[in-house]
């Protein structure tokens, strides 16, 4: 069983490996061809660094990059001894080390846990998820973002979204300036995006796998022994992104793969940040293994 868990550890790790350094192979040569069409042969030269340098970035503060899309702030324990206290206990029973704990204002119920390792790794929740859930289902949903800590698949992920962040950078800028000089809704945001949020996408896409949420739900019920409060959990963060759909803006597009659950509405430009699975298909699943039969 330890050699089949060994071998299994290290297909994921090579998945998430291959999946990082094709998205990186792949900003480089967009660069570079970018560079070609501007500038000829030299502009190459000056692509490929400027990719380097979003890479350096991207790698460096990609939990830093994730967190300030979604506004977190660290919590205390005195803060959330509750929260402390959950996360402590489902940590020592996966044998990882604790993480740090961020709080985000956004009233929509969701989480996600950003950084390279398990070593720096962040979990933060909304506000709107400590309201909705109980204290059995907020403990599932924690149990899940610890599965993707102890799934190997933080790495890519972390560092896709650090990426698209840099590449949807000037989108967030033109949205604070316009809001700055006037109210409302920011067009040259929309315009922007709509010409970065491609390629961040693409970025988010090549690193990122549909089938990360499927372990890490599955890993998430076995770590707390309960997959039918995941799957209750889950229906209702499903609800309330249905109901109240956050904007896909540049800000929490470049992250939404990261969360629990997509924060977006099915159509629009946030089906090209859509790397989730089905929530039916992965309810279904999670009673599969509580036992029950479709």
């Known amino acids: 069983m330890a050699v089949r868990d060994l071998a299994w550890r290290a297909a994921e790790l090579a998945r998430a490996g291959a999946g990082l350094a094709t998205t990186i192979l792949v900003v480089l040569a967009g660069c570079a061809l970018i560079g070609v ?32 899309a979604v506004r977190a702030r660290p ?70 973002q610890l599965g993707h800590v102890s799934g190997h698949d933080m790495l890519a992920s972390s560092v896709a979204a ?22 409302g809704p920011a067009l040259p945001e929309t315009v922007l995006m709509l010409v970065l949020g491609p390629a961040a996408a693409l970025v988010v896409r090549l690193a990122v796998s549909v089938e990360r949420e499927y372990r890490a739900d599955a890993a998430g019920a076995q770590l707390t022994g309960d997959p039918i409060v995941l799957a209750s959990a889950l229906r209702k963060i499903e609800v309330s992104a249905t109901e109240h759909p ?28 859509g790397v989730h699975p089905a929530m039916g298909d992965r309810l279904l699943r999670l009673e599969a293994l509580a036992g029950y039969r479709r």
């Open 75 to 144: 919590v205390s324990e005195v803060e959330h001894p509750q929260l402390y206290l959950m996360v402590r206990e489902l940590s020592m029973a996966a044998r990882l080390p604790v993480p740090r704990l961020s709080l985000s204002p956004d009233g929509q119920p969701n989480a996600l846990t950003a950084g390279r390792s398990s070593r720096t790794a962040t979990l933060c929740c909304t506000e709107g998820l400590l309201r909705a859930l109980d204290e059995a289902e907020l403990r599932g949903v924690l149990g899940q």
């Open 162 to 183: 650090g990426l698209a962040r840099v590449i949807t950078s000037p989108a967030v800028l033109a949205c604070r300036l316009t809001r700055r000089a006037r109210p």
């Open 246 to 273: 956050e904007p896909p803006g540049a800000r929490r597009a470049s992250v939404a793969h990261l969360m629990i659950a997509s924060p977006f509405r099915p159509g629009g430009l946030g089906r090209l940040f």
């Open 37 to 68: 069409g501007i500038a000829g042969g030299g502009g190459a030269v000056a692509g490929v660094a400027i990719a380097a340098v979003l890479v350096v970035v991207g790698w460096a503060c990609c939990g830093r990059l994730a967190l300030s």
